[in-house]
């Protein structure tokens, strides 16, 4: 009954290659994320989508490519991999409500990627 | 654009000592503040939440956090903590309009020791 999960959730692989990792949610939530956690524990946005539709896209080289198939799932699609990719990154979902609440961002476990 | 500052990167405590984390933040806008809590090799869980109203918070594992619009700070406390406690607490920011983009500071390492 995990709320957010990933998969992998390690990823060991060579520079050059193309890697994806895969989130899902079974919260019913509308907005997913994609996080980058650095070396130094540092966590930075990378990428929102709301109903499929992507609405925050920080400045992430293009290499990574998020892709949404339906609301429950968003998967990040990394190309041409780079020591410097090398992270935790973390997917979340929250249900974004009319007004100004902010809800409660749920965050998944994590995928460590090593690029070698 | 908003920024977090957690100038503490460590904090040592002993067990059922009181402890308080500190986090300042910038913004020209109005802002929701956050305290996320990660344990080793987890993701990220929310211990408490500031949006308006009462500026004193109480969140989960008896933590609280007073919102501070003067000082712009949003401080996090535990009277008295457990080994458990153990783990990186993140404070994190974002403005209260438009779909929410977190911002975290770096994280406060709270080592709690018998």
């Known amino acids: 009954d995990t709320a957010v999960s990933q998969t992998p959730k390690y990823l060991v692989t060579q520079m050059g290659n193309d890697k994806s990792i895969k989130c899902e949610q079974n919260l019913g939530h509308d907005t997913m994320y994609w996080y980058k956690q650095d070396s130094k524990k540092f966590l930075k946005i990378m990428f929102s989508y709301n109903n499929k539709e992507l609405i925050i896209n920080e400045t992430v080289p293009n290499r990574f490519s998020p892709k949404s198939p339906d609301k429950a799932h968003l998967n990040l699609h990394i190309n041409s991999l780079e020591l410097g990719d090398s992270a935790v990154y973390f997917c979340a979902s929250s249900q974004v409500t009319s007004g100004s609440q902010a809800d409660t961002q749920y965050f998944g476990p994590g995928t460590r990627l090593t690029v070698l | 654009a908003q920024s977090v500052t957690q100038l503490d990167s460590q904090v040592p405590v002993f067990e059922e000592a009181p402890v308080e984390l500190r986090c300042n933040y910038s913004s020209s806008v109005s802002v929701y503040l956050f305290w996320y809590v990660q344990y080793p090799n987890q993701g990220l869980q929310l211990l408490l939440k500031?949006?308006?109203?009462?500026?004193l918070v109480k969140g989960i594992n008896g933590f609280e956090a007073e919102f501070n619009k003067s000082q712009t700070s949003f401080h996090l406390r535990k009277p008295s903590v457990h080994i458990s406690d153990t783990a990186e607490y993140f404070c994190?920011?974002?403005?209260?309009?438009?779909?929410?983009?977190?911002?975290f500071g770096t994280g406060t390492r709270l080592l709690v020791s018998p």
């Open positions: 994190a920011v974002s403005r209260n309009t438009g779909f929410q983009k977190l911002v």
């Open positions: 500031y949006l308006s109203g009462s500026t």
